[in-house]
């Protein structure tokens, strides 16, 4: 089952704190998607997600300029 | 939540009441817990009122003096802005600039270090002297502590004074 969650419209640190609870609720081996800005987000969700041993499957820019979609594993 | 047992561990003093440094505090705090650290918010003092079950203003304990004290420091709702306060006034408009900004408000980011599964201690000394009870303060306060068992939990952490 794949999840959503667009974070483009939270600052710090509420971007990490949406991310980390969303993967808390999912099962493991779900996938969840993730629509974030360039710049910190970018620079520290999937960092921060590899930390924790998820595992970022994609990180693709999207069609919207400065928007990337994240996949992360559980 | 499924982590591992060497986690980075931060403990955060949270000395002040005033609602800028409170903010910061719980931003450090919801950001290191959401990168996986293991977090410690100790209160003491003025950041005692961060945590009152009333988060307006009440005369809370028994003598005039802390009652008076309790009165006049209020709770969450009532803190005061650190600089250019005006009489409280700032501090409301400091969070309609935030909520403008899509910036977390203090309830916010309070419920997200409870859901994140942060630690809530109180300070047990500066309840006695403000004689607030446990049964003053919200539920998320998990323990009543005092300085030996805050130095214990903090071993090999990071402390940060607020």
Same mark, same amino acid.
């Given at each position: 089952?794949?999840?959503?969650? @667009? ?10 704190? $949406?991310?980390? /609870? ?8 779900? %996938? ?5 800005? =360039? ?27 400065? $928007? ?7 | 939540? @499924?982590?591992?047992? @060497?986690? *980075? ?5 949270? !000395?002040?009441?005033? !609602? ?33 079950? +009333? *988060? ?24 005061? /802005?650190?600089? /250019?306060?005006? !009489?409280?006034?700032?501090?409301? /408009? ?13 309830? =916010?980011?309070? =419920? ?15 309840m006695h002297i403000l004689e ?9 306060? %998990? @323990? ?7 130095? +214990? ?10």
């Amino acid at each position: 089952m794949k999840h959503f969650l @667009d974070i483009t419209r939270e600052t710090c640190p509420m971007t990490f704190v $949406k991310v980390k /609870l969303k993967l808390a609720q999912i099962n493991k081996g779900e %996938q969840l998607e993730v629509l974030l800005n =360039e710049g910190e987000p970018l620079q520290n969700v999937p960092r921060s997600c590899e930390e924790q041993g998820y595992k970022v499957l994609s990180n693709e820019p999207t069609d919207e300029a400065g $928007k990337h979609m994240l996949v992360i594993e559980k | 939540m @499924d982590l591992p047992a @060497d986690k *980075k561990k931060i403990s955060i003093v949270c !000395f002040s009441g005033d !609602f800028d440094k409170i903010v910061a505090a719980f931003t450090i705090a919801t950001g290191a817990a959401a990168t996986n650290r293991e977090v410690t918010m100790f209160f003491t003092f003025w950041g005692l009122n961060a945590l009152k079950k +009333n *988060k307006g203003r009440a005369a809370t304990g028994n003598s005039i003096m802390a009652k008076a004290f309790n009165f006049l420091m209020g709770g969450l709702d009532n803190l005061p /802005l650190s600089r /250019l306060n005006f !009489f409280g006034i700032s501090p409301k /408009l400091m969070g309609g600039m935030m909520k403008k900004h899509n910036v977390a408000s203090l309830p =916010e980011l309070v =419920e997200a270090a409870h859901a994140l599964g942060i630690r809530i201690v109180a300070c047990e000394m500066a309840m006695h002297i403000l004689e607030v009870g446990k049964s003053d303060m919200i539920e998320e306060v %998990q @323990d009543v502590a005092g300085v030996a068992t805050f130095l +214990n939990e903090s071993e090999n952490a990071h402390i940060i004074f607020i």
